[in-house]
């Protein structure tokens, strides 16, 4: 999900919240604590050079129960940081404090933010020799041959 898109979905709530992969919500005190630009400069495996942005959101399970963020303030936030940063409508992803931080992607469901598990990928299949996937055809599936060879046929 693109920025502009949260900043478009949050334009329309009333409330903000963000359900983990595992169908659980985000603790409704969460504090966003921080919005920023992440760059990552690397090479994948085939040598290629890459470079990727991406706008994180961080958010934070504190023991303030009776904080609730809105989606005004947290567009405010997102502002904000455009501005000082110099953000641009970059992929956003989330980090979240499970038994370890959890990296996770954006989507929306029509009423709330989901966050879908990231994947790790390889870039450069056609360079590692990583075999492309063989088809998978049903026997029942191929034709069968009228001239085909049969028993005591002569033809073998």
């Not at 504190?62 to 963020?69: G, I, Q, S």
């Not at 954006?106 to 933010?113: A, M, P, R, W």
Request: aromatic content about 8%; glycine content about 8%.
């Amino acid at each position: 999900m693109k920025l502009s898109e949260i900043k478009k979905e949050l334009n329309a709530l009333e409330n903000v919240a963000f359900i983990l992969p595992n169908g659980t919500y985000v603790p409704e005190h969460f504090h966003v604590t921080e919005v920023g630009l992440i760059t990552r400069n690397f090479i994948d495996c085939g040598g290629k050079v890459r470079k990727e942005n991406v706008v994180n959101f961080q958010l934070w399970d504190a023991n303030d129960f009776d904080h609730r963020l809105k989606p005004k303030k947290l567009l405010d936030i997102i502002e904000l940081s455009e501005k000082i940063l110099g953000i641009e409508d970059h992929e956003v992803e989330v980090e979240f404090q499970g038994e370890t931080i959890g990296k996770y992607d954006l989507g929306f469901n029509g009423t709330d933010f989901t966050l879908i598990n990231k994947q790790t990928a390889c870039l450069a299949e056609d360079q590692c020799g990583i075999p492309a996937d063989k088809q998978k055809v049903k026997l029942s599936a191929i034709p069968t041959q009228t001239n085909s060879c049969t028993p005591g046929g002569g033809c073998c």
